[in-house]
């Protein structure tokens, strides 16, 4: 069940957590992996990981540049899934968060996924057929503090997920998107560090217990996910989101 034989899928954002998961995961289960990544030394590491299990492909390619963008995907030519992953964080609200800031997260979470969805499209409506999967977050469902620019990138994501999906419906091409809560990545650490210096434990442990199930979630879970609503035993599904929070949309009141 599950195999990803003989199709080709494009990663975006794969060279580190939930991305490289579901990177390695799809090439474990026979798709040949194409990794859009603007950092080029993750994107190396993660193919030099694949390659004991499965085919892989790097693309340095800043997916906020559309230009860049097509001339990545028709260079690949063949698609039939595409993850849209890539994306970066921010703290801040209405008040706080800089136009700089707000342009760069749009720039690269909402932009960076159109400029994807523009190149792509066309490219499975020619094959008849095509799987495209979005990550979005429960920022797009509920309501979190200080995270004004991420819950607007990701609502986009979850609003954007829902019109490709109606609109390509004819064309055979599935569109859904994943919410997750918390999921323990590099990145996770790292934004912890910088923005909340020397209470590192303290915040990590707030941020795991604020999920019902007492936890953060880990790639692998999500790259679970994915691959179910990649694979054709999935081929009845589109237009849909699916929280993996651990209960925090439905359960934490």
């Known amino acids: 069940m599950y195999s990803l034989e003989g199709k080709s899928a494009v990663i975006t954002g794969g060279g580190s957590g939930i991305g490289k998961a579901i990177a390695t995961l799809f090439a474990k289960q026979g798709a040949t992996v194409h990794i859009i990544e603007l950092n080029e ?15 892989a492909v790097a693309h340095s ?18 698609i039939d899934i595409l993850v849209n992953n890539a994306g970066i964080a921010h703290v801040g609200n209405a008040e706080t968060t800089s136009e700089e800031d707000f342009t760069k997260v749009f720039d690269v979470n909402v932009r960076g996924a159109y400029n994807c969805l523009h190149a792509v499209i066309p490219l499975m409506k020619q094959q008849g057929k095509g799987v495209i999967l979005n990550i979005a977050s429960i920022a797009a469902l509920v309501g979190i503090t200080d995270r004004f620019a991420y819950s607007m990138s990701k609502g986009a994501i979850y609003a954007m997920t829902l019109s490709v999906a109606r609109d390509y419906l ?25 923005n909340y210096p020397g209470k590192e434990s303290e915040v990590f442990e707030k941020l795991s217990k604020s999920q019902p199930i007492g936890r953060m979630g880990e790639p692998s879970e999500v790259a679970n996910l994915a691959l179910f609503l990649c694979a054709d035993e999935a081929s009845f599904i589109t237009g849909n989101d699916y929280p993996l929070d651990g209960g925090f949309v439905k359960l934490n009141n």
């Open 170 to 194: 004819a064309h055979n091409i599935r569109c859904n998107s994943i919410s997750p809560a918390r999921v323990h990545t590099p990145f996770v650490d790292g934004f912890i560090a910088k």
């Open 41 to 55: 030394d993750a994107a190396g590491a993660t193919i030099a990981e694949i390659a004991e299990a499965g085919v």
């Open 61 to 78: 390619c800043n997916v906020s540049n559309q230009q860049q963008v097509l001339e990545v995907f028709n260079k690949i030519g063949e």
